[in-house]
């Protein structure tokens, strides 16, 4: 049995990366202290926020609500507001938003919960089933990922938020990073550094990934020390549609023959972000007003793809500019731990 590189008591975890083994307390206390310093390098906050963090039941996102929580008791400027996303997944969101309302009131913090099927008319299962009846060509994680990223932008800038926070870890953003250079959609990996957001267009709340430089399985290690692990363990039926299931093997795979892969990627990934500046300049959908790389936004345009909003064609486009042409990518949202 392994023993803590700092008591010799026994350990709960090995960072084969880092060639070190801690037991309960002091992973706890190397876990947090990991997080306090990518908190500092890339300046999340300020002394005073209204810190908006996306939860979603999962194990991530609520050692997150866990960890700032406990944070913010020590910082008297910051205000900590739970939001979560109900796509209307039938035997998955309702279990997670369990655990979400037994964490929530554990930890006595606000929170307030969109439904799609209120925002958009449909749940998540109708659109897909109604996707399926057009012959539209977009897999499930699509609608989720790209309205879900939408209505937390929308929630979080109307409950007077002024940072959003979410779960993404090491995992999801190399996973992501390597699916959008195999799909050549190289313009937005910007997209996939620490802080985005405000910067690219006033109509963004800034965004932070708090869990940036951890592997996934510390933060699950972390909600289970502390607590907030979920009951139930469900996965999303539609996770396993999605071509992140063989990048995540694979890079598991990777991970366990040479120690330190994941980590390595997320270093080329943070020189690339440094390096390109993001093609996107943003402007205001036409439809309903929110910040877009398009003229319509993709909530919109897959909106009018379901046929559940209506809107005129656009004007055509000026030579030589193809923005006008309405966004048909097939390319699949980002299933995620906010998810
Ligand atoms: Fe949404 Fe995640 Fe399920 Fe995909 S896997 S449908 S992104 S919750
Ligand atoms: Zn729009």
Redesign the pocket.
Known sequence: MAKCSICGEEAVYCARYEGRCYCKEHFIRWFESRLRKTIRKFNFFGKKEHIIVAVSGGKDSLAALYYLSKLSKKVPGWKITALLID?G?EG?RNVTKEDFMRIVSQLGVDYHIVELKREVGLS?DEMVSLSKERGLPYR??TF??VM?RYYLNYYGKKLGGTVLVTAHNLDDVVQTFLLDIFRGDVKKIPRLGPVTGVSQHEGFIKRVKLFYEVPEKEVALYSILVGVYPQTFVE?P??RL?PRWKIREFLNNMEEQYPGTKYALLRSLLSLVRSLTSEERPMKCVVCGEPSSTPICRTCQLKIELGILEHEPLPPPSQGSGEHQRNKTTSE????RE?
């Open positions: 796509e997944i998955y998540l499930p994680c989720c990922g879900r999303c539609y996770a999605s949202g980002s299933p995620s998810g």
